[in-house]
């Protein structure tokens, strides 16, 4: 069976309200997509993210005419040598050949990997907090509010962005809010050293509904999150940006996490982004996976997620919750899906069983101008 055509979907969104994290706001939201198409007709979706000229550009000039010709069934060799040249790019190529491959088997994307141990899946609502508003805290607060009321019992908010005292008058007032009921995780971004990490100390030893503190430092800075893990009662969480199994080692080995965050679009393969995870619970490390941008890439973290094996025996509370974008965007919708009562049931049917919304496609459709 060999690549016969391959479509790329770039799209783009204008923000009307900009919003963001401690690397500051985002006016815009992006998604790129693809669909390969064998020579007998079985059609397969994956997704990356990044500039979209430089995406485009390279699918373009040189994946696509790698690519097409060469057998399905070869998926490891060629998102290996992908990953050489953009290993964003071999992601989507991933997930397009997974899906083609558990096509041809007529089975869904779970079964082709094995099977699930579970129907659903947790999530928890991810906000960016930040925004160009000088009410910035009570917008933030509202947008809460309303993750609440549509069911989330699990939200993650941004810190790091403007100075600690802020920030903590911030977080005491979703504090209030949540009324101890609702979980909360708090994600610096990598913005502070130890120092400042340290000044949450205090408050973060007294929420009974604290989840993890994720990212409080560069995650490069191992010998450092042991020492902070050693003085927080905290749970710390990290590693989004990596992109290899190999690059958790040196967290694993030394214990510097209690939860990692791997990124489907960010470990090169879906094959890679799944071995992070088995190699996690080796070691005894939990997984709440960053699926923040990409509507395909967070079902293949869900898929994922159901094919991982609990990390105890403690019933529903033995698989962690995976990040679900609460914010505006609209690719979030691309794929028919959404949660209930901060859960996913795993969608049915062969490859991922959903489809791909085709308007929302064309609608959206990056004219090709550059943006900033």
Same mark, same amino acid.
């Given at each position: 069976?060999?690549?016969? =055509?391959?479509?790329?979907?770039?799209?783009?969104?204008?923000?009307? =309200?900009?919003?963001?994290?401690?690397?500051?706001?985002?006016?815009?939201?992006?998604?790129?997509l693809?669909r390969?198409?064998?020579?007998?007709?079985?059609?397969?979706?994956?997704?990356?993210?990044?500039?979209?000229?430089?995406?485009?550009?390279?699918?373009q000039?040189?994946?696509i005419?790698?690519?097409?010709? =060469?057998?399905?069934?070869?998926?490891?060799?060629?998102?290996?040598?992908?990953?050489k040249?953009?290993?964003r790019?071999?992601?989507?190529?991933s997930m397009?050949?997974?899906?083609i491959?558990?096509?041809?088997?007529?089975v869904?994307?779970?079964d082709f990997?094995?099977?699930?141990?579970?129907?659903?899946?947790?999530?928890?609502?991810?906000?960016?907090?930040?925004?160009?508003?000088?009410?910035?805290?009570?917008h933030?607060?509202?947008?809460? !509010?309303?993750?609440?009321?549509?069911?989330? @019992?699990?939200?993650?908010?941004?810190i790091?962005?403007?100075s600690?005292?802020?920030?903590?008058?911030?977080?005491?007032?979703?504090?209030?809010?949540?009324?101890e009921?609702?979980?909360?995780?708090?994600?610096a971004?990598?913005?502070?050293?130890?120092?400042?990490?340290?000044?949450?100390?205090?408050?973060?030893?007294?929420?009974?509904n604290?989840?993890?503190?994720?990212?409080p430092?560069?995650i490069?800075?191992?010998?450092?999150?042991?020492?902070?893990?050693?003085?927080?009662?905290?749970?710390?969480?990290?590693? !989004?940006?990596?992109e290899?199994a190999a690059?958790?080692?040196?967290?694993?080995?030394?214990?510097?996490?209690?939860?990692?965050t791997? @990124?489907?679009l960010?470990?090169?393969?879906?094959?890679?982004?799944? #071995?992070?995870?088995?190699?996690a619970?080796?070691?005894?490390?939990?997984?709440t996976?960053?699926?923040?941008d990409?509507?395909?890439?967070?079902?293949?973290?869900?898929?994922?997620?159901?094919?991982?094996e609990?990390w105890g025996?403690?019933? !529903?509370d033995?698989? #962690?919750?995976?990040?679900?974008?609460?914010?505006d965007?609209?690719?979030?919708?691309?794929?028919?899906i959404?949660?209930?009562n901060? #859960?996913?049931s795993?969608?049915?049917g062969?490859?991922?069983g959903?489809?791909?919304?085709?308007?929302m496609?064309?609608?959206?459709?990056?004219?090709?101008?550059?943006?900033?």
């Amino acid at each position: 069976m060999l690549i016969r =055509k391959i479509e790329t979907f770039p799209l783009f969104y204008h923000l009307p =309200k900009p919003y963001g994290d401690a690397n500051g706001l985002k006016t815009y939201r992006t998604c790129y997509l693809i669909r390969i198409t064998t020579d007998l007709g079985v059609e397969g979706w994956g997704e990356c993210v990044d500039w979209l000229p430089t995406l485009h550009k390279g699918f373009q000039e040189r994946i696509i005419p790698y690519l097409i010709g =060469k057998s399905v069934t070869d998926r490891i060799t060629l998102v290996r040598t992908l990953k050489k040249w953009h290993s964003r790019s071999s992601a989507a190529v991933s997930m397009a050949l997974t899906e083609i491959m558990a096509k041809t088997c007529n089975v869904s994307v779970c079964d082709f990997w094995g099977g699930k141990f579970r129907e659903s899946v947790p999530v928890y609502a991810s906000f960016q907090s930040y925004s160009d508003e000088a009410n910035w805290q009570k917008h933030s607060l509202k947008a809460i !509010e309303q993750a609440i009321h549509q069911g989330f @019992d699990k939200i993650k908010v941004k810190i790091g962005g403007k100075s600690i005292h802020e920030d903590q008058q911030h977080i005491k007032m979703v504090q209030t809010l949540l009324q101890e009921k609702i979980g909360l995780a708090l994600d610096a971004n990598q913005s502070y050293d130890i120092i400042a990490a340290l000044r949450w100390q205090s408050m973060l030893d007294t929420w009974p509904n604290f989840l993890w503190f994720e990212e409080p430092l560069e995650i490069s800075r191992i010998t450092e999150y042991v020492w902070l893990r050693s003085r927080l009662s905290a749970p710390l969480a990290g590693g !989004e940006n990596l992109e290899k199994a190999a690059d958790f080692m040196p967290i694993f080995l030394q214990y510097a996490l209690d939860f990692i965050t791997p @990124d489907t679009l960010h470990v090169a393969g879906i094959d890679g982004y799944r #071995e992070t995870l088995s190699l996690a619970r080796s070691f005894g490390t939990r997984v709440t996976p960053h699926s923040y941008d990409g509507a395909l890439s967070r079902l293949y973290a869900i898929f994922a997620h159901a094919c991982l094996e609990p990390w105890g025996k403690m019933g !529903e509370d033995s698989i #962690e919750p995976l990040e679900w974008d609460v914010m505006d965007n609209p690719f979030t919708k691309l794929i028919g899906i959404q949660p209930s009562n901060s #859960e996913i049931s795993i969608p049915s049917g062969t490859g991922i069983g959903l489809e791909i919304d085709s308007e929302m496609l064309a609608f959206y459709q990056w004219d090709g101008n550059s943006y900033g």
